[in-house]
């Protein structure tokens, strides 16, 4: 049994075997699977569109659909073999870079963790070295998982914001916004359909803001590694940030028993990936195999998940008046949403109303789809949706009550062959409508605000209420 750490926590003799490891790793020849170039090609080749197998109708990405979790799990699982083998310890594991815990006090979890950030690994003849971080991603900053394209003096007083806005993203990803499997995974993705059709909550944010955070959403994208796919794991912190979003899967099936459960489909669950394993051999694993950590024999150490209480929308404020008054007047004084003429964002922000279906008491949970997206390939770029707020804009907080949910894209090439119509964001409405205390109205009101690089094209051609199971 493996035990994973908080990368915070990391004492001098796991250190000096962690770098031990990946010196190794990165002695390897090109003509071994094991290599470091080769693990992380193998994520550019399933991440980027290297793939196209007969019968789709898309080259493979297992981004933005319901592989992203169980992919990376057996990506992590035989990296940290890999490595526990070239150090000759069976019972090495790697890290997580516990970034979504925003406590104030030392050592900091949601800073650049000093086995990377110290000044003894940031050198060229450090194996945790990369060239290629966001300098305003150094500590003494932390983390920001919402204002990613600024890069300014952290005062305390901005400390104690980024760390609000923070847990309100977790909160809203991770409880909120993800109170059924097909909102947490993504959509499915079976042969014949199309790739990337729709991520899960966690990928879209955090996951994404903390690539981008971590890899200069300004740069170019060869000098980008963990802000870009393509490159992301030639930074050994991808591994540690991976770790992490592993075990928030863990963590999210824990917050509600019964109701967070994996998914059940057999075409998900007998999706197989090819692996090398820490002999160098070839090995085919399937997604059943991935649901256990425990027979994969590895756990994780015990944090606090403060977002929990902290992010949630008790201690949040309401931004909008909220009387039924003004909630009537804001439905009938905000146009709707016409499917003849799709959304592009020339400026920041569009507001519109949808109705909702009446027969909305039915099982299942009542969804936001936004559909339709076109996205530019290798475009960083972000989007925040809010609930009866219409004067909401790029400098609204999403500590507001009305913050509904976060899309978060990093570049991922689909390839030429994916039309962008076929792409899906998709929110949960009806915990949120029942916490603003507005779950009687027959329509909602939608704000979405842009932020993303300057150039950044986004253009939505169709927005409907659904229903999800």
């Known amino acids: 049994m493996r035990s994973r750490r908080p990368a915070h926590l990391l004492d001098d003799a796991y250190i000096a ?37 007969p019968m789709a109708k898309s080259r493979l990405e297992i981004h933005y659909g319901w592989f992203f979790f169980p992919w990376h799990r057996f990506f992590l699982y035989f990296h940290e073999r890999i490595l526990a083998q070239l150090v000759g310890d069976d019972t090495f594991a790697i890290p997580f870079w516990n970034w979504d815990d925003q406590s104030a006090n030392p050592p900091l979890a949601n800073v650049l963790p000093d086995v990377f950030a110290n000044a003894m690994y940031k ?17 003494p900053n932390i ?8 890069c300014e003096n952290q005062t305390p ?11 309100r993203i977790m909160y809203t990803q991770m409880v909120i916004g993800a109170p059924i499997s097909r909102l947490f995974f993504g959509e499915p993705y079976k042969l014949g359909g199309w790739a990337g059709p729709g991520g899960g909550t966690v990928e879209a944010s955090p996951h994404v803001p903390v690539h981008t955070w971590t890899g200069n959403p300004k740069a170019k994208i060869a000098t980008s590694d963990m802000g870009n796919s393509q490159f992301s ?10 770790s992490n979003i592993d075990r928030l899967w863990e963590v999210w099936k824990a917050l509600a028993k019964g109701n967070h459960q994996d998914i059940t489909d057999p075409d998900y669950l007998n999706t197989e990936f090819l692996f090398y394993d820490e002999n160098g051999n070839l090995v085919k694993v399937k997604i059943s195999q ?33 009387s039924t008054l003004e909630i009537n007047k804001m439905i009938i004084n905000t146009p709707a949403f016409n499917t003849n003429n799709p959304i592009t964002f020339a400026s920041s922000t569009f507001t519109f109303c949808v109705s909702r279906p009446i027969k909305r008491q ?3 949970e009542e969804v936001l789809v936004i559909g339709g997206l076109h996205i530019g390939n290798a475009t960083s770029l972000f989007l925040n949706a809010f609930l009866y707020f219409p004067t909401a804009n790029t400098n609204s907080s999403i500590s507001c009550r009305q913050f509904l949910g976060k899309l978060g894209n990093s570049g991922v090439n689909f390839g030429p062959d994916l039309p962008d119509s ?21 329509h909602i009101v939608v704000t979405l605000v842009q932020l993303g690089e300057k150039g950044s094209k986004l253009v939505i051609f169709g927005i409907r209420v659904s229903r999800s199971y």
């Open 422 to 442: 076929k792409k899906e964001w998709r929110l949960a409405i009806t915990p949120k409508l029942q916490s603003l205390g507005m779950d009687q109205f027959s």
């Open 362 to 364: 039915l099982h299942g």
């Open 143 to 150: 983390i920001d998982l919402q204002n990613l394209f600024q």
């Open 233 to 242: 794991a030639f930074d050994p912190i991808f591994h540690a940030h991976h």
């Open 123 to 139: 050198n060229k003849s450090s194996s945790l070295y990369d060239a290629n971080r966001n300098a305003c991603a150094q500590p």
């Open 17 to 53: 075997k962690y770098q031990k490891a990946y010196q190794l790793l990165r002695a390897l020849p090109d003509s071994d699977g094991r290599s470091w170039k080769n693990q992380a090609n193998l994520h550019c080749a399933y991440c980027n569109a290297a793939f196209y197998f």
């Open 290 to 322: 991935a649901l256990n950590i425990n027979t994969l024999r590895y756990k994780y150490e015990d944090v606090a998940n403060l977002w929990v209480h902290d992010g949630s929308d008790a201690t949040s404020i309401s931004c909008f008046p909220t």
């Open 157 to 167: 007083s901005l400390k104690a914001s980024l760390r609000e806005s923070n847990n």
